[in-house]
């Protein structure tokens, strides 16, 4: 799916090796990549114009042949409880994409999306309300991370890929994000402090296992038995839960990481002490840790969170037979918390 300009190439989403050879191939000498590839992806450069040591004949044909990604902010929201800020910014094409930045004791952590909507449709969430828009690019997850460093002042240490959008339906170009973003010559995030997030495309779990990263790979589970997931997340019906546990051995014999479950507490819905037993029974045949997340309320959707007290009784189930878990703080409860919800409304407010 091409966005920004198609006639040119995307400058931020090309590998240093890429763009090697693309400045042989310009008749400009090799060493100008390296050169570029640093003004963007180390000093995070928001034009060709800041390039100082290219001089002005190489900007000039660089803005010739090449789109640049470089974000504006379209609105930012803080939290008063927490300092959590959600960014809202505007794509070269009109659309919008949110990512939000978070401070805590290890680092300060990005949630970026990965596509402009979402087409995987789980019934509580917001992302998928207006269904999928398009694929993001490279560049623009990239830009989503660089842009925050630059309004904020502060080094990102943590990135995680839990904003709008399935990343395994963007399997491509969230890959070579990852490649970038983790890159020597580039702000070089470690692969340690990324975690990719999916609904379960079994298929793509196993290829990201073979791609030799070291990242954290999170699986939205929210159900215990198929039948559940399948009520909740329609992509439940296309792989069954056997499938995904295989899946998740595979990937963690293949990197050795351990991977995440995240179960979305939804009262009266999935937070029984049977939907504990089960779940329980699932984690320990994994090394895995369990994420409880007490759901975030979405207007259109009507599921609600139980009580703080249900959420750690839940949690003392699991831990008593010996599952790894945590209930995970909420941050930025009072400013559109949910994924997709800030997005959502604003483009509400523009049809209106
Ligand atoms: N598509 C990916 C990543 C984006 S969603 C995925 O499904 O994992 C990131 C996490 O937020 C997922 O676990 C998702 O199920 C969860 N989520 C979505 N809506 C939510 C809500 N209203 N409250 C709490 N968690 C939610």
Known sequence: MGTLDDKKKDIKSMELKELEEDMAAIGEKTFRAKQIYEWMHEKLAEDFGQMTNIGKGLQEKCRERYSYTSFQVAQVQESALDGTKKFL???????????????????????????????????????????????????????????????????????????????????????????????????????????????????????????????????????????????????????????????CAYYFERTGRRLTFEYSLMAGVNDGAGDAARLAGLARGLNCHVNLIPINPVKETGFRPGTRKEAMQFQELLEKKGVHVTVRREMGRDIDGACGQLRHRHMKRGRS
Not at 109 to 137: H, P, W, Y
Request: charge should be neutral; aromatic fraction near 6%; charged fraction near 20%.
């Open 89 to 247: 910014f505007g794509l070269a094409d009109g659309n919008m994409v949110e990512s939000v930045w978070m401070k805590y004791k290890h680092g300060n952590s990005v949630c970026i999306s990965s596509q402009v909507g979402c087409r995987m449709g789980c019934k509580f969430c917001a992302s998928t309300l207006d269904g999928l828009e398009r694929n993001l690019l490279p560049s623009e997850m990239l830009e989503q991370v660089y842009a925050i460093t630059r309004l904020t002042g502060e080094r990102v240490s943590h990135v995680v890929v839990m904003g709008t959008g399935e990343p395994l339906d963007n399997y491509g170009n969230v890959v070579k994000f990852l490649r970038l973003l983790t890159d020597g010559n580039g702000l070089h995030i470690s692969q340690r402090n990324i975690t990719v997030s999916t609904c379960g495309l079994a298929p793509k779990m196993r290829a990201l296992a073979e791609e030799g990263l070291q990242i954290t790979l999170a699986l939205s589970l929210h159900g215990a038995t198929d039948e559940k997931r399948q009520k909740l997340m329609p992509v439940a019906k296309q792989y069954s839960l056997a499938e995904l546990m295989d899946a």
